[in-house]
T-cell receptor
């Protein structure tokens, strides 16, 4: 079983749609959670950290369910510029500073 | 703003050549990482370093070595390049190992696309 699992997609949605990505992680001791965004042929960039109570940044909402070891990212009112791959990331509790990356979910927003 | 730079965006080398990939960060980060990214395989950790002169093997260290002589610089070395090392190489840095999202957030360089012929 992979340590961080994501649906690879692609998710093809029209502009203005709401889209949700899910991610599961295997190590219940993990403490830090993130969503990164990676544009085609570019480096990953931090989109947002995920906090236990859930957090929102504009059109983006991240949620964490520790009991189910599940993380989600909701994007409302999708824009063409949201097209990218979204990486679910979890810290390696056994080795501080090390992050474990999911393979990513590809999103394509169409006009 | 954190800035992580990599010495080359594109590199073409021949099988058997020794290849050096350089990475520099300007935010006094303690931790530095080298990944490779391949289609369908995602990001895989090659080596990382928590401090000057320190190095730790990641998930796929075979065929690679690293050097960290200065805090801001972390070099990846392919001792004898092979065609299966054709990939996108990404360097990243983070603040510390104290734990917590702020310390562990990794910042990536733009990547080096290496082609080994």
């Amino acid at each position: 079983r992979k340590e961080v699992e994501q649906d690879p997609g692609p998710f093809n949605v029209p502009e203005g749609a709401t889209v949700a990505f899910n991610c599961t992680y295997s190590n219940s001791a993990s403490q830090s959670f993130f969503w990164y965004r990676q544009d085609c042929r570019k480096e990953p960039k931090l989109l947002m950290s995920v906090y236990s109570s859930g957090n929102e940044d504009g059109r983006f909402t991240a949620q964490l369910n520790r009991a189910s070891q599940y993380i989600s990212l909701l994007i409302r009112d999708s824009k063409l510029s949201d097209s990218a791959t979204y990486l679910c990331v979890v810290n390696d509790y056994n080795q501080g500073g090390k992050l474990i990356f999911g393979q990513g979910t590809e999103l394509s927003v169409k006009p | 703003d954190v800035k992580v730079t990599q010495s080359s965006r594109y590199l073409v080398k021949r099988t058997g050549e020794k290849v050096f990939l350089e990475c520099v960060q300007d935010m006094d980060h303690e931790n530095m990482f080298w990944y490779r990214q391949d289609p369908g395989l995602g990001l895989r950790l090659i080596y990382f370093s928590y401090d000057v002169k320190m190095k730790e093997k990641g998930d796929i260290p075979e065929g690679y070595s690293v050097s960290r002589e200065k805090k801001e610089r972390f070099s990846l070395i392919l001792e004898s390049a092979s065609t299966n090392q054709t990939s996108m190489y990404l360097c990243a840095s983070s603040l510390s190992t104290l734990g917590g999202a702020r310390q562990e957030t990794q910042y990536f360089g733009p990547g080096t696309r290496l082609l080994v012929l």
